[in-house]
């Protein structure tokens, strides 16, 4: 199973074979390499997904997960088996791990009014 990356996509479930999404046409393989084997979601289920995707013996890194806490409570679990996370909305100062990179400013730095 490959999910659509569109958060908008009614039905974000695709076969593996598929290029682009059945449903909304978004393209499915990430820089021509990647796939979505799992979404990563607001939940308390954090832990059992990162278990789980650990698991996968060629996994490099986890783009997600959609908020500091869900990333507070996988980040151990990643960490511990070397795989790096990146975040495109985990803020919390209190996020840190050499595997843990996140793509905006932490809440300390957006705080800070730049001149």
Do not use: W
């Not at 088996?81 to 975040?87: F, I, K, N, R, W």
């Amino acid at each position: 199973m490959t999910y659509c990356i569109n958060p908008d996509c009614s039905q974000r479930e695709n076969p593996d074979n598929c290029a682009v999404c059945e449903n909304c046409t978004t393209p499915l393989i990430l820089q021509n390499r990647y796939r979505i084997k799992h979404p990563l979601q607001i939940n308390k289920y954090s832990c059992k997904v990162a278990q789980k995707l650990v698991k996968y013996p060629d996994l490099l890194a986890v783009l997600g997960h959609y908020s500091s806490e869900a990333t507070k409570q996988a980040l151990s679990i990643y960490t511990k088996a070397g795989v790096v996370l990146v975040s495109a909305t985990s803020t919390s100062d209190n996020l840190k791990s050499p595997f843990f990179f996140r793509t905006v400013p932490s809440d300390r730095m957006a705080s800070h009014k730049r001149y």
